[in-house]
């Protein structure tokens, strides 16, 4: 089946840094979503891109999709401990599938 | 406006009893979504529901059964639950491009 491949699994860094996660696909996708879980709780949508090259803003996070539609990209700008949390991408594939493919995730720990 | 709502919160059963997670959501959505959760496997798609009165089959349906009550519930029905069952669920439901989750319900099967 599709599969995302989502990098880094998990990351750990210092409070004010910038964060950078990716997902990359053999296939073709026509929207992306990011998603945030926190322990205990259900993912929240974070960003939706519809197309190829757009670039999306919500607050300190930047998400973009890919030009050739097969990879997005997550920008976090200087993080603070309740950004901590697992970072999902999703996508929808062309043919207007009903079903999302979802990457395993990364695990973001902030140190204050 | 609660989004998707999810019953219970966590629910302990022993080997081989029965239960029923509901879902409802209230943003008028046509499909509807049962994954389940487990450490280093991400999501998986259990079953999904494009719209009232259809159903699908996901990538792990075994042992599940689901109904799609109406337009705003999707429930989903463990007949003889099993230790491999353990995990946790979430409820989702989706328009034309975004899906939102419900909180999750935390099983356990002993």
């Known amino acids: 089946g599709q599969q995302l491949n989502q990098s880094p699994q998990s990351m750990f860094i210092q409070e004010g840094e910038d964060v950078s996660m990716n997902c990359t696909s053999s296939?073709?996708?026509?929207?992306w979503l990011w998603y945030k879980q926190e322990p205990g709780e259900g993912p929240v949508l974070l960003i939706a891109?519809?197309?190829?090259?757009e670039l999306t803003s919500n607050g300190r996070l930047t998400a973009q999709f890919g030009i050739t539609r097969k990879d997005s990209f997550l920008n976090i700008s200087a993080s603070i401990p309740s950004d901590v949390g697992i970072y999902f991408c999703?996508?929808?594939?062309?043919?207007?599938?009903?079903?999302?493919?979802f990457g395993k995730g990364t695990k973001l720990t902030v140190n204050p | 406006n609660a989004g998707v709502t999810q019953t219970p919160k966590f629910q302990v059963l022993k080997t081989g009893q029965s239960m029923t997670l509901q879902c409802a959501q209230d943003?008028?959505?046509?499909?509807m979504y049962w994954y389940r959760q487990d450490p280093g496997m991400g999501l998986r798609l259990i079953y999904y529901?494009?719209?009232?009165?259809?159903?699908d089959k996901g990538e792990v349906p075994n042992g599940y059964n689901v109904s799609r009550l109406n337009k705003r519930e999707f429930s989903l029905r463990l007949e003889s639950a099993a230790p491999s069952q353990t995990s946790v669920y979430f409820c989702?439901?989706?328009?034309?491009?975004?899906?939102?989750f419900g909180p999750g319900t935390r099983l356990t099967v002993t």
């Open positions: 529901s494009a719209s009232e009165g259809t159903t």
């Open positions: 989702a439901s989706s328009g034309l491009y975004e899906q939102y």
């Open positions: 943003m008028n959505h046509n499909s």
């Open positions: 999703a996508g929808r594939t062309q043919g207007g599938s009903e079903k999302l493919v």
């Open positions: 296939s073709i996708f026509n929207t």
């Open positions: 891109l519809y197309k190829a090259g």
